[in-house]
């Protein structure tokens, strides 16, 4: 599992929108300039994320984009599902994948699904407004104390 630029960049602009919007709509232009991103780039990220109801948009004078909830209601994990797609470490994981023919003799697979969950519950116990928080601080302060427990 890799993060892409996609899903780096779509954080990016959840936070932005959440820091700077205070209910009024945010020009992509404005915020393609505060944070060094192409504007093509952005409208990419925007329209998905406009699709599913996480932004909504207006065209025109005064127009922009703006959250659709409270940043404490976005999860990282369902943004970058949204974005990436599947999060699984391995093929045989992701949602709608072909049935692995050695499942039963797999001796691995545990492994994997552990892994998934811990990833699964690390982003989903992520929330934007966490991370606006964190902005100052190179370690995140995430509560990670779910991994002891499920090692």
């Known amino acids: 599992m890799t993060i892409s630029t996609k899903g780096r960049y779509a954080l990016r602009i959840m936070i932005d929108l959440a820091e700077n919007s205070n209910g009024a709509f945010i020009p992509m232009k404005t915020v393609a300039e505060r944070q060094g991103l192409s504007l093509k780039y952005i409208e990419h990220i925007l329209s998905v994320l406009k699709q599913s109801n996480f932004v909504e948009g207006i065209h025109g004078k005064g127009g ?26 391995v093929a045989c ?59």
Do not use: H
Not at 110 to 137: E, V
């Open 64 to 89: 922009g984009y703006r959250l659709t909830r409270k940043p404490e209601e976005y999860t990282v994990g369902e943004i970058l599902r949204l974005v990436e797609g599947d999060l699984a470490p």
């Open 93 to 151: 994981l992701e949602c709608g994948a072909k049935p692995c023919e050695k499942v039963n003799q797999c001796r691995t697979i545990s492994m994997w699904r552990d892994l998934q969950n811990l990833i699964d519950n690390f982003f989903d116990g992520i929330t934007i407004k966490d991370l606006m928080q964190d902005a100052s601080n190179c370690s995140s302060g995430i509560d990670i104390s779910f991994l002891d427990a499920s090692l």
